[in-house]
């Protein structure tokens, strides 16, 4: 009877022995083969990201091993330490578990330690004097951009030179935020009443995204921001852009809607370049028709999302410091018009 | 003489000695009260040194003067003192006589009464420059001051009812009087922490 | 070592065996406060020097003279481990002796845990700048 | 049925029927207000920490729901932000340590072979307090003013400016009154485990388990006052004005962040070691040995006691602080793996040189292994600075930290469950039941939780409520969820197996594993007052070893019967000595009063009736002085002088 019931154990047992393993692989499988698209750590796109994925492998496969021989070890006490023998046994190896336990894992400690240190390092060495720098300020909830020189901002979205390492400095309005760009750079928090350097480096061109990683309230879930790697010619232009007026409006109904901007509660809060209007309660709006999203992330940036936006932003990023604007219908479209100009 | 110490004291009997050993449950408890009331302290002064070297410029902050030190020094002549009649009522106690036990006590309460009267005047003398919300320095001198003064107060609070039980008779001698040594243990960390107090919000400024 | 050791005597060797237990852990304690605190407030009022001494110094004292203390306990805990081998007749209750070796024992590895801790720590004076973030 | 089994051949009937007189309770409203047994008080913390694990499962099913498909509406941000703060909150102050705690009140005097905890009263108190403190946090959620700040509550989110409403006023009064109650329990099980434990019980046969709850109440000593001051000076922050954490009047919101960790990750192993403890308590049992190497064991818990202190800057690694001052903590954050590596590979060894007996709380035992070796790997990654900054804050950690959590605290504690549950309710358990329990639970956490290390490495932030449609996020979300609900199944079977033991459980033997700690040699489950004869220990497993089963049979001596009061016996600290005799106090209904003048209190703070909390203040006061008001002797009893 008993030796029944334990022959019918092992088949049982099989999927715990397969569990932990199966599921390495899957993550092996999905690390290597699912990143396209995704702010995923390990599809870097430049220096700072590239060194902490190298450094995850190496983590990984250590890892990985130390798993396996634990597995290893204990399926093959339950495959062959079973048994309903009930003496009592005595005796203290203790050698196995010093070697096994402190001996062996202080050499990897050590080693990964050591690794850990240089990359620290390299993170550490950050862009020379005269590299460009970009000062991001973290809102509740949307990060504001500018560059020192320049009076211009932006929301959102920076841009950097491909192939140069650009410093960021970064400053909070209001409660801490952590500036997270996974392609690109480890994380680095704002911090109320100070404020903290990193850099960012692309190696190619391309879109990245990023997120705050601190919780920061009601719609931390909503406050990411894209960094645009793009050749120098193209950052520079940017940069002509930041410092440049907002286009004027073209057609009748883009200037109602310039007006309505103006002269309405939206110019309480938002500022457009060489409107007036220059409130910094708010995102400057002087770009806002190129830009990737509305509300941090929250939604596309299309017409359409854009009215419902300015009408109930509530409905979109309940908790968002926009109240709803008591826009009359037939202005509404012309207000669009002119925001989705604004490029 | 010394190499013989050594060797004494380095021995297999010296060193299998027992240490700490026949306390009771009561010296124990206390103690672990007082040792993490202990960290409160450490963490509240740590937190001033903190929030000084953090803030970097002048300290104290916000135009606000350097303590003074003479009122804070008569105040330690004063709490310091006090526990002199708290051992010497407990060792009364532990040798049965009531007498020193309640004398003691009297003169320990003394003690602590006028220090908390000392500290009373010393902030109403302060409160004409700063509060408690004039800025973080405020906040740290109060709060820590207010804090230790409350510790002092829970003391007396703790010596009052020894002394009403020492007066009522029946309760303690000499084979009875854990509760007279767990409040003065509390008696004297209330006293060791002035002293860390007072050398870091009055005396530490000025170095 | 044979006669009965007096009350101050028996007071130094069970200190000394607590040193070997706790020693290497309160010299950690303090290097960890001393350099942490030192590195992380100094920094941050601007300055790499502490009044005319460079911080760097100040913090590699702080990592040196705790590592000694911590050698210092390791070497007690040996010598109480070494005592405590041989000496089943010698009228010692078994507990007794039996406690006194676990704490040895444990004196033995925790202060080369903390050795360890404490140098791993200290390499990174090699490595950093005191105030590079 | 088993109050009728033969007296055991050392005490006589005569003593039994006077222990009874002594320590016996009558069933009345009465004795469940007074109650001072240490069984009855472990029960209660069990049952309560359960009922708000829960209530915190509950709310993480729901995060869960929310976050099964991007864009979803079914929470609305202030609703999640409140539930994954109470979940984190809950689970970590009002689950792990009072259900860990509980175990500890429960089996702590009886593997030390004393009759109740050092101070019974005080015991009673820090239950009630924590009944009380747990209702007062809870409450909130209804009425929509729960903590929503996360459960480490970073400045300056959570100052009064940026969450105005009672929220944080909950948690900083709700934490500061719970932690009362670990406080007192802590000295409790520290004190109880130097004097109370049998005699010939010296340092190096105190059972592991006893050494992990006495290493875990030390570090509550040392620990939780950084975390009350913390939410003291946020409490004053909010409501009196005070700038403790305002950079603009000379304050440091990093302040917050070093005392919160300096408490925060000791706090971790506060609630890992006394799980480790029921690891190398349990698995002795379905082995057939000793756990391999004692002394390392013993070392571990004591170094990682210890370590614990040290590594707290590695949560603030991305917050820009001089490289130099983090590698410190970075080399203790990398050390400390190495004390977890000894107790792993102890009780590997242990299994491959025993003889396994395979139930239900061996597997258990071997799902802790497996995930809480998962975990530990993470951990280790995250002493690297450089590796953190990328991490933390992403669903990696929360994958981690669930690692180690469920594998390091809730695997053993299910473990528990099924080992002890026979020793305190009388009755076996239905294993069939538990393996199912066991494998839809071990099945549930790995699908539910290794998907999140893959989300958190595809750049996925934590505590966000929704999430866009990013590829590779929406696939592991929706995996994440469907192996909750598996593992909520499985708990649910776990909680089905107990009730089903309780109502139709075969009757327990007093030792149905063979076990090797004290607690096997008493009845299941044991009378009020523990042991007929208290046990003179000659071994660290004394139920395995003749000389201290017989010192509890043929051997006893009436000097360990001692059933003329309600006594039990004072050793001395290192060696167990025996020292003297005492005197136990009775039921009492002061603990309960007491915990409901400070329920009073905290609550008037928290609505700012600022004349009842002096009044309650009073009260408190007033119960403290009648509770330790001597009684009259006469002189000679004294000893007075004159």
Redesign the interface.
């Known amino acids: 009877m008993d030796r029944a019931h334990d022959l019918e154990h092992p088949g049982r047992r099989r999927p715990s022995r397969r569990v932990g393993p199966a599921l390495v692989v899957a993550a092996v499988l999905t690390l290597a083969g699912c990143s396209g698209g995704s702010p995923s750590t390990l599809d870097p796109g430049g220096t700072g990201a590239a060194r902490i994925a190298d450094l995850w492998w190496v983590l990984f496969w250590i890892s990985a091993a130390v798993f396996a021989e634990v597995m290893v070890l204990l399926v093959w006490a339950l495959v062959f330490r079973r048994g309903r023998d009930t003496r009592v046994r005595h005796g203290q190896p203790l050698r196995f578990v010093a070697i096994a336990g402190a001996g062996v894992p202080l050499v990897i400690l050590v080693v990964v330690y050591a690794l850990g240190l240089r990359d620290l390092a390299a993170l550490g060495a950050g862009p020379g004097r005269d590299a460009p720098t970009i000062e991001v300020t973290g809102h509740k909830w949307w990060w504001e951009v500018r560059v020192p020189g320049i009076d211009g901002a932006t929301a959102n979205e920076l841009h950097i030179p491909v192939g140069e390492r650009v410093r960021v400095r970064l400053r909070t309005a209001d409660v801490l935020h952590s500036f997270w760009v996974p392609q690109l750079m480890p994380k680095t928090d704002l911090i109320a009443g100070e404020m903290r350097e990193t850099w960012l480096h692309a190696e190619r061109a391309g879109t990245y995204r990023g997120q705050c990683a601190e919780y920061c309230g009601t719609q931390h879930a909503h406050m990411a921001l894209q960094v645009i790697a793009e050749p120098r010619s193209q950052f520079e232009a940017w940069l002509a852009r930041l410092a440049a007026p907002a286009r004027q409006p073209t057609t009748e109904a883009e200037r109602r809607g310039q007006q309505a901007f103006v002269q309405g509660s939206c110019a309480g809060c938002h500022a457009i370049r060489g409107t007036g209007a220059d409130a910094r309660v708010g995102p400057d709006l002087s770009d806002v028709g190129s830009r990737w999203s509305i509300g941090a992330g929250a939604v596309p940036n299309d017409a359409g999302h854009l009215g419902g936006w300015i009408v109930n932003p509530q409905t979109v990023k309940p908790g968002s410091y926009m109240p709803p604007q008591p826009v009359d219908a037939q202005r509404l479209p012309d207000l669009i018009a002119y925001l989705r100009s604004l490029e | 003489m010394s190499s013989r110490?050594l060797?004494?004291?380095?021995?297999?009997?010296?060193?299998?000695?027992?240490?700490?050993?026949?306390?009771?449950?009561g010296w124990?408890?206390m103690v672990?009260?007082v040792?993490?009331?202990a960290?409160?302290f450490?963490?509240?002064l740590g937190?001033y040194?903190?929030?000084r070297?953090?803030?970097?410029g002048e300290w104290p902050?916000?135009g606000i003067a350097q303590p003074k030190l003479l009122r804070p020094l008569v105040m330690t002549a004063v709490l310091l003192p006090s526990s002199l009649p708290m051992i010497w009522a407990d060792r009364g106690i532990r040798?049965?006589?009531?007498?020193r036990l309640r004398y003691g006590l009297v003169a320990t309460i003394l003690l602590g009464t006028t220090f908390l009267v000392l500290q009373a005047t010393e902030y109403a003398e302060l409160f004409h420059e700063f509060t408690?919300?004039?800025?973080?320095?405020?906040?740290?001198f109060f709060?820590i001051t207010g804090f230790h003064g409350l510790h002092v107060l829970i003391g007396l609070?703790m010596l009052s009812?020894l002394l009403a039980?020492a007066l009522?008779?029946?309760?303690?001698?000499?084979?009875?009087h854990d509760?007279v040594r767990n409040a003065a243990i509390y008696w004297h960390f209330v006293d060791a922490v002035w002293a860390a107090i007072l050398f870091t919000i009055y005396l530490s400024p000025r170095l | 070592m044979s006669a009965q050791p007096g009350p101050r005597t028996r007071l130094a060797g069970g200190l000394l065996l607590w040193y070997a237990v706790l020693g290497g852990a309160l010299a950690w304690a303090i290097h960890l406060m001393l350099a942490w605190g030192i590195d992380e407030l100094t920094c941050a009022s601007g300055s790499d020097r502490i009044g005319a001494v460079p911080l760097r110094v100040v913090v590699a004292l702080a990592v040196v003279v705790p590592a000694l203390a911590t050698v210092g306990a390791l070497l007690a805990a040996a010598l109480a481990w070494r005592r405590t081998a041989h000496t089943r007749s010698d009228g010692i209750a078994e507990g007794t002796l039996g406690r006194t070796r676990l704490l040895a024992a444990l004196g033995l590895w925790a202060n080369l845990l903390f050795l360890a801790i404490i140098l791993l720590g200290g390499v990174a004076l090699l490595v950093f700048p005191p105030c590079q973030r | 049925m088993s109050t009728t089994t033969a007296p055991s051949p050392g005490a006589g009937q005569e003593d039994l029927a006077r222990l009874e007189a002594h320590w016996g309770e009558r069933a009345s409203l009465r004795s469940w207000f007074s109650t001072v047994d240490h069984k009855r008080i472990g029960r209660r913390y069990l049952v309560t920490a359960s009922l708000f694990f829960v209530l915190a499962g509950t709310s993480a099913l729901a995060m869960r729901t929310q976050l099964a498909r991007p864009e979803s509406n079914l929470l609305s941000p202030e609703e999640y932000n409140q539930l994954f703060t109470m979940h984190g909150t809950a689970m970590i102050f009002l689950f792990a340590t009072p259900m860990l705690f509980g175990f500890g009140n429960y089996l702590v005097p009886l593997m030390i072979g004393s009759r109740d905890m050092a101070f019974p009263k005080l015991n009673a108190f820090g239950y009630w307090v924590f009944l009380f403190a747990g209702l007062f946090m809870w409450a909130s959620l209804p009425f929509g003013a729960a903590p929503n700040g996360g459960w480490f509550a970073y400045v300056p989110l959570t100052d009064d400016r940026n969450t105005p409403g009672l929220h944080m006023d909950v948690y900083t009064l709700g934490l500061l009154f719970l932690g009362i109650a670990t406080t007192a329990g802590s000295i409790n099980f520290i004190v109880t485990a130097l004097k109370l434990r049998a005699p010939g019980m010296s340092l190096n046969r105190v059972p592991l388990f006893v050494w992990a709850i006495v290493a875990t109440a030390f570090m509550v000593i040392f620990a939780l006052p950084a975390l009350n001051l913390d939410n003291a000076m946020l409490f004053l922050d909010r409501r009196f004005g005070t700038h403790f954490f305002d950079p603009e009047a000379a304050g440091n919101v990093l302040l917050w962040q070093h005392l919160f960790w300096i408490f925060g990750h000791p706090d971790v192993y506060i609630i890992v070691m006394p799980a480790l403890g029921i690891v190398s308590a349990v698995l002795p049992a379905f082995t057939r040995r000793g756990v391999v190497g004692y002394v390392l064991i013993v070392l571990a818990i004591v170094s990682i006691a210890i370590i614990s202190f040290g590594v707290w800057v590695h949560h603030m690694f991305a917050t820009g602080l001089p490289h130099l001052s983090y590698s410190f903590f970075s080399a203790a954050s990398t050390i400390i793996t190495i004390p977890s590596g000894i107790q792993i590979f102890a009780w590997l060894a242990t299994m491959m040189l025993g003889r396994l007996v395979v139930r239900v709380p061996l597997l258990f035992l071997v799902g802790f292994i497996v995930t809480f070796v998962l975990g530990g790997l993470t951990g280790a990654m995250f002493a690297l600075t450089a590796f953190d900054q990328q991490v933390t804050d992403s669903y990696f950690v929360v994958a981690h930290f669930h690692y180690v959590l469920i594998g390091g605290a809730v695997f053993p504690i299910l473990a528990a469950i099924y080992y002890w549950l026979p020793k305190m309710t009388g009755r076996m358990y239905h294993e069939g039941l538990g393996k199912w329990a066991f494998w839809l639970f071990f099945t549930g956490m790995q699908v539910a939780f290794f998907p999140m290390h893959l989300s958190g490495l595809f750049g996925m932030p934590r505590r966000v409520y929704t999430y866009r449609d990013e590829p590779g996020w929406d696939v592991w979300n929706m995996v994440s969820t469907i192996g909750a609900y598996i593992l909520a199944v499985g708990l649910l079977l776990v909680l089905i197996g107990v009730v089903h033991a309780i109502r139709r459980g075969r009757p327990a033997p007093p030792d149905p594993w063979c076990g090797d700690t004290l607690e096997w040699s008493t009845e299941s489950p044991p009378r009020p007052y523990n042991f007929p004869v208290l046990p003179q220990v000659h071994s660290l497993h004394p139920t395995w070893d003749q000389p201290s089963r017989s010192s509890m049979a043929e051997d006893a001596t009436p000097d360990r019967i001692l059933a003329d009061g309600r006594r039990t016996l004072f050793t001395s600290e290192l060696d167990g000595r025996r020292e003297r005799v005492v005197e136990m106090p009775e039921a009492s209904l002061q603990p309960l009063l007491l915990a409901l003048a400070m329920l009073v209190f905290f609550t008037a703070m928290l609505f700012a009736w600022y004349p009842f909390a002096v009044a309650a203040a009073v009260a408190v006061a007033v119960i403290i002085a009648w509770w330790l008001w001597p009684p009259r002797r006469p002189e000679e009893e004294l000893g007075v002088a004159r």
């Open positions: 110490n060797a004494a004291a380095t021995s297999t009997e010296a060193l299998t000695t027992e240490l700490p050993v026949g306390r009771s449950t124990w408890g672990m009260f040792t993490t009331e960290t409160l450490a963490c509240l937190s040194f903190y929030l070297f953090q803030h970097g902050p916000g040798r049965g006589s009531r007498r408690l919300t004039t800025n973080a320095y405020g906040s740290l709060v609070t009812w039980a009522r008779g029946g309760s303690f001698g000499a084979h009875r509760r």
